[in-house]
């Protein structure tokens, strides 16, 4: 007789004070510190408020954001378990929230390079909003950590805006 391993369901949730501790390792981690830069600003994105992907006891996915004026930014988001919807499921929720906070919009940066998060993002009705050419050179100021050359062997100099309206409307179109 064969058994078979059922792997625990996995849930989404809010991160709590008790997870900090572990968000912060893993923003660390995966991003660097002291944190994430965009659009020219330093994010102490372990401060964020979080969504969380949790199998068991164990974080699979995480997603900080930050609500400024009817305008949620995804700040970080970070999936440990490919091809199971995480990063969807994380983006869900976020959204979720945005329009419960009666936000307008749901906006991200990630950088030329990335070209797997870009397709993922367009692939879930986000819009490319615009490309800052060379932003990274005053990332780089901000977090001398950044490196030259990113992923694909492409160098790492933009950074790509995307959107996605909560309420679409004629700008949408």
Known sequence: MTSKRVDAPIRIREGRPL?????RRI???????????SRGRLHPAHEYPAKLAVRGRRIVGLLT????????????????????GIG??????????ARSAGCR???LVTTNDNL????FYQRRAFFLRRV??????????L????????????PLRDEVELWKPLNPGPEAS
């Open 19 to 23: 997870d900090r501790p572990e968000i």
């Open 27 to 37: 923003l660390f981690r995966e991003w660097g510190a002291p944190g994430v830069v």
């Open 65 to 84: 954001y930050r609500i400024d004026r009817r305008r949620c930014e995804v700040v970080t988001l970070n999936s440990f378990l490919e091809g199971r």
């Open 88 to 97: 969807t499921k994380l983006l869900a929720a976020a959204t979720r929230t």
């Open 105 to 107: 919009e749901i906006w």
């Open 116 to 119: 797997r998060a870009i397709g």
């Open 132 to 141: 800052h050419a060379r932003a990274l050179e005053g990332s780089r100021r």
């Open 143 to 154: 977090k001398p950590s950044i490196p030259k050359m990113g992923m694909n062997g492409i």
